[in-house]
């Protein structure tokens, strides 16, 4: 059974950083893509950045600021986030599509208040 844990997300002043990270377990199969994606309170759930093969995508909100990468150990994402701002507070998600199958993580908190 594949599982995603995500790691990083905290409380930063405006302004700051952060780095989450996600790790996929549970899979001899290598991800086709990855991504993050948020939900902040009464909002739905929203693409952030998502990588495949050597192409990123990112929100217009965060291009600029936020950096999507692999990293050299199989089904690991991460996202470098900076100049963090109020609205970019929300619960991050990670995602994994995996031969057709997407899957997610539980979701880590990012509080971005000053």
């Known amino acids: 059974q594949v599982q995603l844990v995500e790691s990083g997300g905290g409380l930063v002043q405006p302004g700051g950083s952060l780095r989450l990270s996600c790790a996929a377990s549970?899979?001899?199969?290598?991800?086709?893509?990855m991504g993050w994606y948020r939900q902040a309170p009464g909002k739905q759930r929203e693409l952030v950045a998502v990588?495949?093969?050597?192409?990123?995508t990112y929100a217009d909100s965060v291009r600029g600021r936020f950096s999507i990468s692999r990293g050299n150990k199989k089904n690991t994402v991460y996202l470098q986030m900076s100049s963090l701002k109020p609205e970019d507070t929300a619960v991050y998600y990670c995602?994994?599509?995996?031969?057709?199958?997407?899957?997610w993580g539980q979701g880590t908190q990012v509080t971005i208040s000053s």
């Open positions: 990588i495949r093969g050597g192409t990123t």
């Open positions: 549970g899979s001899i199969f290598s991800a086709n893509c």
């Open positions: 995602n994994a599509e995996i031969l057709s199958v997407n899957y």
